[in-house]
């Protein structure tokens, strides 16, 4: 099982359509995929690897709109990961 790579984060200061305010950020990859505990690290929404794993577990993050407390779940581009007032648009680059 091959890692995918980032490319980077292009964080956009948009507030998404909804009733709540979310900030949208858009991140590449390389490759098919990437672990939604290192996508939360990898976009420096969290600190630590530690922490980004005790946050998905603790169901902190949201997958496609559901609740996922899988750290190791395969987040692929198109893929919307919810995460501390932020949507994560994942894209391939």
Do not use: Y
Not at 11 to 38: D, K, P, W, Y
Not at 54 to 83: H, Q, Y
């Amino acid at each position: 099982m091959e890692m995918a790579r980032f490319l980077s984060l292009f964080a956009r200061e948009r507030v998404c359509s909804g009733a709540t305010n979310l900030i949208s950020m858009q991140f590449a990859i390389f490759g098919e995929h990437i672990e939604l505990s290192q996508l939360l690290k990898a976009a420096r929404l969290v600190e630590t690897g530690g922490s980004a794993k005790l946050s998905v577990k603790n169901g902190w993050a949201k997958l496609n709109g559901e609740i996922c407390t899988m750290c190791a779940k395969k987040v692929r581009p198109g893929d919307k990961v919810e995460f501390d007032g932020k949507v994560i648009e994942i894209i391939a680059k």
